[in-house]
């Protein structure tokens, strides 16, 4: 079992940058895969980033790509997005997510743990 716990949203205004964290507990997350997904009022749920075990591969949206850098500290077991150049079409709850195995995974109906979720609002 893995609980994993985000921190970090709050308001921000476009242009602007913000710094995610994402906290497990309950396993070694080294041999978890992580990602990030976010869910906006009235839209389903998407992928935002992905991240191997060892952080030696990640992967991003195309929306995102470019401005946001996801990291891991598996000495600490935490999950990082940091964002920048924030636009109003990224406000969204923002989850992490965990998933055991070494593969790419993009879609949230592979991974079996889920944080609570922080929400990100970019004001324009």
């Known amino acids: 079992q893995v609980q994993l716990v985000e921190s970090g949203g709050g308001l921000v205004q476009a242009g602007g940058s913000l710094r995610l964290s994402c906290a497990a507990s309950?396993?070694?997350?080294?041999?978890?895969?992580m990602g990030w997904f976010r869910q906006a009022p009235g839209k389903e749920r998407e992928f935002v980033a992905h991240?191997?075990?060892?952080?030696?591969?990640?992967y991003y949206a195309d929306s995102v790509k470019d401005r946001f850098t996801i990291s891991r500290d598996n000495a600490e077991n935490t999950v990082y997005l940091q964002m920048n150049s924030l636009k109003p079409e990224d406000t969204a709850v923002y989850y992490c997510?965990?998933?055991?195995?070494?593969?790419?995974?993009?879609?949230?109906?592979?991974?079996?743990?889920w944080g609570q979720g922080t929400q990100v609002t970019v004001a324009s």
């Open positions: 991240i191997s075990g060892s952080g030696s591969s990640t």
């Open positions: 997510a965990a998933k055991y195995g070494s593969f790419l995974y993009t879609s949230d109906r592979q991974y079996a743990y």
């Open positions: 309950g396993r070694t997350l080294s041999s978890y895969a």
